[in-house]
């Protein structure tokens, strides 16, 4: 049971490059999310999806696409990357909705934009 | 605005010592509120979790408190060992919607 598994690990992009992030869970969780982390700020809500084939936009959207064609699976996407967009970021999932769950964390992805 | 403010930002104690950390919020209306442990490098993991109803919880040498009333939660740690040297992260759930609330993080170093 890896529980949640995040690749690649670290990535440098340069200005206007394209990349996915990938998030693999293997608890069967209903739920999964993708956050960034900066500097001196919370994680904020990028992404998120509520089960297969589902996807919704959390609290900064903007520059970022997800899909989540498997149950296991949540990808993330960078179309045309910019300096902004150095963060670290990560994944999670929990089993349901329900306010009492409890959201496991990938290990996160180091992702620079020069 | 639903906000989670910390407090202090960081906090450096000898090991063996006590500390706490203290968590406001004004997430409205509330659900629930988590305390995670993250250490560097790695994403964070949850300690404790409160309702409304709940206003004192413990996980091993981790004793969270919560005072629904004036929106505050302390979380408590008792002997502290260098392996607490961590960002603690209070985050708080509204009873509606997907999105939780992120405190900033409390920044502790447990020095020997």
């Known amino acids: 049971n890896a529980g949640v598994t995040q690749t690649p690990k670290f990535r440098v992009l340069k200005t206007g490059q394209s990349m996915t992030l990938l998030c693999a869970q293997d608890?069967?969780?209903?739920?999964m999310y993708w956050y960034r982390q900066d500097p001196g700020m919370g994680l904020r809500l990028i992404h998120y999806?509520?089960?297969?084939?589902?996807?919704a936009k959390g609290e900064v959207p903007d520059g970022y696409n997800v899909s989540r064609l498997k149950k296991q699976n949540f990808l993330l996407g960078l179309e045309s990357a910019a300096p902004s967009q150095t963060s670290v970021y990560f994944c999670a999932s929990s089993l349901t909705r329900t306010q009492a769950d409890t959201q496991y964390f990938g290990p996160g992805t180091r992702l620079t934009v020069l | 605005k639903n906000q989670v403010e910390q407090s202090p930002q960081s906090l450096i104690i000898l090991e063996g010592k006590n500390c706490t950390l203290q968590c406001n919020y004004t997430v409205s209306p509330f659900s629930n509120l988590r305390w995670y442990k993250q250490d560097t490098g790695r994403g964070p993991v949850s300690l404790t979790i409160m309702t409304f109803s709940e206003n004192t919880k413990s996980n091993g040498r981790y004793t969270a408190t919560l005072d629904a009333d004036t929106k505050q939660s302390s979380l408590h740690i008792t002997a502290s060992q260098l392996s607490d040297s961590a960002s603690y992260i209070c985050?708080?759930?509204?009873?509606?919607?997907?999105?939780?609330?992120f405190g900033k993080g409390t920044s502790l170093l447990v020095t020997p």
């Open positions: 985050v708080v759930s509204r009873a509606s919607g997907y999105a939780l609330n």
């Open positions: 999806s509520v089960g297969e084939g589902t996807t």
């Open positions: 608890m069967n969780h209903e739920y």
